[in-house]
């Protein structure tokens, strides 16, 4: 069974600055299924990013996905207060424990 | 309006079942996986297994195999996930979410949260 690995599991970041989010897969995995997704407080999560690097639909282009094979990031450049929430990163069947970002 | 909408909430005692129904509409419902997702109190995100509507083909993650039955009825573009068994571990918040085969999670319900307390 994959499992999968964020880091770090809580990030206090300022307004402008850039958030770099992990997630490690304990195996190789296909990067077509890794996907991201935003989870602010009492909401369902949000996909935010699929196919490792595909945003989608309407997420502002300062959301950016990369990696392969067991490395992946999420990058969040010129981070806005309404970034403050959980991340969590996917691959099929199997979530990372999310990371959460504050912006202060 | 493309959504999944969720039955509300509901309270169970320890060896219970629950029974919680998703219904889609806007979108052909039959050609998408729909997986349901529980998130317990504080916690991340874990997946349950899926359903294939047009043909109920099911996967079922191993934790649950036993305990966890989904089902669909085509007529009303509705899936239901039946939890049995329940113990508290089971208190959590449970989203039905849909699919294509990329696994792209890009349609969430509500979420429905169940309670399990004697």
């Known amino acids: 069974e994959i499992m999968l690995t964020q880091a770090p599991g809580t990030l206090f970041l300022s307004p402008g600055e850039r958030a770099i989010l992990s997630c490690r897969a304990s195996?190789?995995?296909?990067?077509?299924?890794l996907a991201w997704y935003q989870q602010k407080p009492g909401q369902a999560p949000r996909l935010l990013i699929y196919?490792?690097?595909s945003r989608a639909r309407g997420v502002p282009d300062r959301f950016s996905g990369s990696g392969s094979g067991t490395d992946f990031t999420l990058t969040i450049s010129r981070l806005e207060p309404e970034d403050s929430a959980v991340y969590h990163c996917?691959?099929?069947?199997?979530f990372g424990q999310g990371t959460n970002l504050e912006i202060k | 309006q493309v959504q999944l909408v969720q039955s509300g909430a509901e309270v169970r005692k320890p060896g219970a079942s629950v029974n919680i129904s998703c219904k889609a509409s806007?979108?052909?419902?039959?050609?998408?996986?729909m997986h349901w997702v529980r998130q317990a109190p504080g916690q991340g995100l874990e997946w349950m297994g899926l359903?294939?509507?047009?043909?109920?083909?099911?996967n079922y993650a191993q934790k649950f195999l036993g305990r966890l039955t989904m089902t669909r009825d085509t007529s009303t573009s509705t899936v239901y996930m039946q939890l049995s068994g329940l113990r508290s571990e089971d208190t959590a918040l449970y989203f039905c979410?849909?699919?294509?085969?990329?696994?792209?999670?890009?349609?969430w319900g509500q979420g429905t949260p169940v309670t399990v307390s004697s």
């Open positions: 979410v849909s699919s294509g085969i990329d696994y792209k999670l890009d349609l």
């Open positions: 806007g979108y052909n419902f039959i050609n998408y996986y």
């Open positions: 359903i294939f509507p047009s043909g109920a083909n099911t």
């Open positions: 195996e190789t995995v296909s990067s077509n299924y």
């Open positions: 196919a490792a690097s």
């Open positions: 996917q691959q099929r069947y199997t």
